[in-house]
């Protein structure tokens, strides 16, 4: 800080051997415009103040400098004592010389030296690369400085520059650094508090991760080594031991994973893939047709998985799962209603969704399990899967899935851009809901309810050529004309009579997988090779539920009890559907559909 006539200033920055001040009232309401820049020893006022001084600020001599005021008029400042200004002021010497009292850093907390302040580009001393660079959670460089930490921004011409890792939080600090070699600079200075504590914990957590991979230890004693010597305020801002154990067994499962292959011919399943994690540890590839084949089919399945399935009498398959654009396969999973509860069992990487490839993976899935076949089969709406089922089990009940269903019509929304008007009007938004309530109603009376949601959807919201197309889109799927059947039979998605004894449970579970699946799926665009990992772990899970299961244990089917409530309440709807006029149905069963 810098005293001065009884003015106070704050350091503003450095350029060569000036410093320059601005008056420290410029941050509060007064907002004074004083400036000033000190050239050695020498104080020279560069902008007047709109603020008073104040008698109490006490000053003191400092090597017996002088003030050199800029006179109005005056384009040029003396370099030294003992030069007058080009316009004719003279040089007054002032009674009470400057005192320079000091520059508190934010993070060392003690009086930085005068030949620190005017040194350019404050250079900061030069650490060891271990004591400045470590990572991120995510593996990418940090720098650490003075308390701070930085998260690369950009490199040019063998500078790297850094931004503060609040300046993404709700604190937007603006601390910028950069590094050449390994010398700091800070070019902007933080207006969030430095955290040795943070470092410390994130060193500590690399540690942890870095030991992760090198040591053979169990995951408790890897993180008792880590911890050894930490303050409580570092082991307070760590995740939670149990979360830094799973950590440490992920990383152990992820690392020397094989190079991603880039076509369906560079797969390599290697054994540690190859066996389930479970206790049994049995053989999880079910059917691999080899690099060879153009169109090659891998299929993952234990033997007790293929067991449990044998065993429902209910099966479901899936296939709505977003490929990515680099993506050379699709998911296939089989599903199956093992002590009421939907379980993935099977999954099956596609080449493409021709019927030719569901019908060879199916009738492997049939001749793994002998004999039993099932007496349902819950689908999403491909009709190459239903043709594949009805010709390998004719016996079989085809039926289609009420998320699968509500996720067509969503889908046919999008595609006619209705979805913008979707989002804006509740009232469009609800008419739209009710088409999916005809899934819930009994067969006789589809075909008159939709002709009345039609009429009445084109009456109030305008007989367009979008709602005309998106009425003609049901039609073809789903309703059907005179002289035309729809691509899918009312019997078979009509699920009103599932649903009043088994499966609003089943929908919810299939729409519980789907998502969670997806994520799983979403991992094969990154590394083949983690896809196996994830779906290993997927496995592991299943297994257990399954045991609990088959030990008797009742799992609740929900994830929250509002949902329970929920399904509770649609059941007493459809239930009581024979003493409801159409219009309160539809009302009543509208509030539960929901588009994902």
């Given at each position: 800080m810098l005293i001065h006539n009884?003015?106070?200033?704050?350091?503003?920055?450095?350029?060569?051997?000036?410093?320059?001040?601005?008056?420290?009232?410029?941050?509060?309401?007064?907002?004074?415009?004083?400036?000033?820049?000190?050239?050695?020893?020498?104080?020279?006022?560069?902008q007047p103040h709109t603020c008073i001084p104040s008698s109490s600020v006490v000053e003191g001599p400092l090597n017996g400098s002088n003030t050199v005021q800029k006179p109005q008029g005056c384009n040029t400042l003396p370099s030294d004592g003992g030069s007058q200004c080009v316009a004719g002021a003279s040089k007054t010497p002032v009674s009470s010389t400057?005192?320079?009292?000091?520059?508190?850093?934010?993070?060392?907390?003690?009086?930085?030296?005068k030949e620190v302040l005017n040194r350019p580009n404050k250079k900061c001393p030069k650490p060891s690369p271990s004591e400045i660079f470590t990572t991120t959670t995510r593996g990418n460089q940090m720098l650490v400085h003075k308390g701070y930490r930085y998260i690369k921004d950009y490199g040019k011409a063998g500078r790297i520059y850094w931004a503060c890792k609040e300046y993404k939080t709700n604190e937007k600090c603006p601390g910028r650094a950069k590094t050449v070699d390994n010398d700091v600079f800070v070019t902007?200075?933080?207006?969030?508090?430095?955290?040795?504590?943070?470092?410390?914990?994130?060193?500590?957590?690399?540690?942890?991760?870095?030991?992760?991979?090198?040591?053979?230890?169990?995951?408790?004693?890897?993180?008792?080594?880590?911890?050894?010597?930490?303050?409580?305020?570092?082991i307070a801002t760590l995740p939670k031991i149990s979360s830094l154990a799973t950590t440490i067994k992920r990383k152990r499962r992820l690392q020397g994973l094989p190079d991603n292959p880039r076509s369906r011919s560079e797969i390599v399943?290697?054994?540690?893939?190859?066996?389930?994690?479970?206790?049994?540890k049995e053989e999880f590839v079910l059917l691999d047709t080899g690099a060879g084949d153009p169109d090659r089919l891998i299929i993952f399945a234990s033997s007790t998985d293929l067991d449990r399935l044998?065993?429902?009498?209910?099966?479901?398959?899936?296939?709505?799962?977003?490929?990515g654009p680099g993506a050379f396969y699709h998911l296939w999973v089989l599903y199956g209603l093992y002590w009421n509860r939907v379980v993935p069992f099977v999954y099956c990487l596609i080449p493409n969704k021709s019927e030719e490839v569901y019908k060879r993976a199916l009738t492997c899935v049939l001749n793994s399990i002998g004999e039993r076949r099932p007496m349902m089969f819950i689908i999403n709406f491909e009709k190459s899967v239903e043709?594949?089922?009805?010709?390998?089990?004719?016996?079989?009940?085809?039926?289609?899935?009420?998320?699968?269903?509500?996720?067509?019509?969503?889908?046919?929304?999008?595609?006619?851009g209705l979805n913008t008007r979707f989002d804006q009007e509740p009232e469009y938004a609800l008419a739209l809901k009710k088409f999916s309530v005809l899934a819930l109603c009994d067969v006789q009376n589809v075909f008159q309810r939709f002709e009345h949601l039609a009429d009445h959807f084109l009456q109030?919201?305008?007989?367009?050529?979008?709602?005309?197309?998106?009425?003609?889109?049901?039609?073809?799927?789903?309703?059907?004309?005179?002289?035309?059947?729809?691509?899918?039979?009312?019997e078979m998605w009509t699920s009103k009579y599932i649903t009043e004894f088994q499966l609003p449970s089943t929908k919810n579970s299939v729409e519980f997988w789907n998502r969670n699946l997806q994520n799983i799926w979403s991992s094969?665009?990154?590394?083949?090779?983690?896809?196996?990992v994830r779906i290993l772990n997927e496995n592991e899970k299943v297994d257990a539920i399954c045991s609990k299961l088959d030990a008797g244990e009742e799992l609740s089917v929900y994830s929250k009890v509002e949902y329970k409530q929920a399904n509770q309440r649609l059941l007493e709807i459809i239930q009581n559907y024979s003493n409801l006029n159409e219009n309160d149905y539809f009302t009543q069963c509208v509030n539960f559909v929901y588009f994902t």
């Amino acid at each position: 800080m810098l005293i001065h006539n009884g003015y106070k200033y704050i350091r503003e920055y450095s350029r060569g051997l000036n410093t320059y001040w601005c008056c420290k009232e410029l941050r509060t309401k007064i907002k004074c415009r004083g400036r000033s820049k000190t050239v050695g020893d020498q104080v020279i006022e560069t902008q007047p103040h709109t603020c008073i001084p104040s008698s109490s600020v006490v000053e003191g001599p400092l090597n017996g400098s002088n003030t050199v005021q800029k006179p109005q008029g005056c384009n040029t400042l003396p370099s030294d004592g003992g030069s007058q200004c080009v316009a004719g002021a003279s040089k007054t010497p002032v009674s009470s010389t400057p005192k320079i009292v000091s520059f508190i850093s934010p993070i060392q907390k003690k009086p930085i030296k005068k030949e620190v302040l005017n040194r350019p580009n404050k250079k900061c001393p030069k650490p060891s690369p271990s004591e400045i660079f470590t990572t991120t959670t995510r593996g990418n460089q940090m720098l650490v400085h003075k308390g701070y930490r930085y998260i690369k921004d950009y490199g040019k011409a063998g500078r790297i520059y850094w931004a503060c890792k609040e300046y993404k939080t709700n604190e937007k600090c603006p601390g910028r650094a950069k590094t050449v070699d390994n010398d700091v600079f800070v070019t902007q200075p933080h207006s969030c508090v430095p955290s040795l504590t943070l470092i410390e914990a994130t060193r500590i957590r690399n540690n942890i991760l870095q030991a992760a991979k090198t040591s053979r230890e169990s995951p408790k004693a890897v993180i008792n080594q880590c911890l050894a010597g930490a303050s409580d305020a570092v082991i307070a801002t760590l995740p939670k031991i149990s979360s830094l154990a799973t950590t440490i067994k992920r990383k152990r499962r992820l690392q020397g994973l094989p190079d991603n292959p880039r076509s369906r011919s560079e797969i390599v399943i290697h054994e540690d893939y190859r066996k389930t994690r479970t206790q049994l540890k049995e053989e999880f590839v079910l059917l691999d047709t080899g690099a060879g084949d153009p169109d090659r089919l891998i299929i993952f399945a234990s033997s007790t998985d293929l067991d449990r399935l044998s065993r429902c009498g209910t099966w479901l398959a899936d296939s709505s799962f977003k490929s990515g654009p680099g993506a050379f396969y699709h998911l296939w999973v089989l599903y199956g209603l093992y002590w009421n509860r939907v379980v993935p069992f099977v999954y099956c990487l596609i080449p493409n969704k021709s019927e030719e490839v569901y019908k060879r993976a199916l009738t492997c899935v049939l001749n793994s399990i002998g004999e039993r076949r099932p007496m349902m089969f819950i689908i999403n709406f491909e009709k190459s899967v239903e043709n594949v089922i009805r010709s390998l089990i004719p016996q079989t009940h085809v039926a289609g899935c009420w998320f699968h269903f509500n996720q067509a019509i969503w889908q046919s929304i999008q595609k006619l851009g209705l979805n913008t008007r979707f989002d804006q009007e509740p009232e469009y938004a609800l008419a739209l809901k009710k088409f999916s309530v005809l899934a819930l109603c009994d067969v006789q009376n589809v075909f008159q309810r939709f002709e009345h949601l039609a009429d009445h959807f084109l009456q109030q919201f305008g007989d367009t050529e979008a709602h005309q197309d998106f009425i003609e889109n049901i039609e073809n799927m789903f309703i059907g004309r005179p002289r035309r059947s729809p691509l899918f039979p009312i019997e078979m998605w009509t699920s009103k009579y599932i649903t009043e004894f088994q499966l609003p449970s089943t929908k919810n579970s299939v729409e519980f997988w789907n998502r969670n699946l997806q994520n799983i799926w979403s991992s094969l665009r990154q590394n083949f090779f983690r896809f196996l990992v994830r779906i290993l772990n997927e496995n592991e899970k299943v297994d257990a539920i399954c045991s609990k299961l088959d030990a008797g244990e009742e799992l609740s089917v929900y994830s929250k009890v509002e949902y329970k409530q929920a399904n509770q309440r649609l059941l007493e709807i459809i239930q009581n559907y024979s003493n409801l006029n159409e219009n309160d149905y539809f009302t009543q069963c509208v509030n539960f559909v929901y588009f994902t």
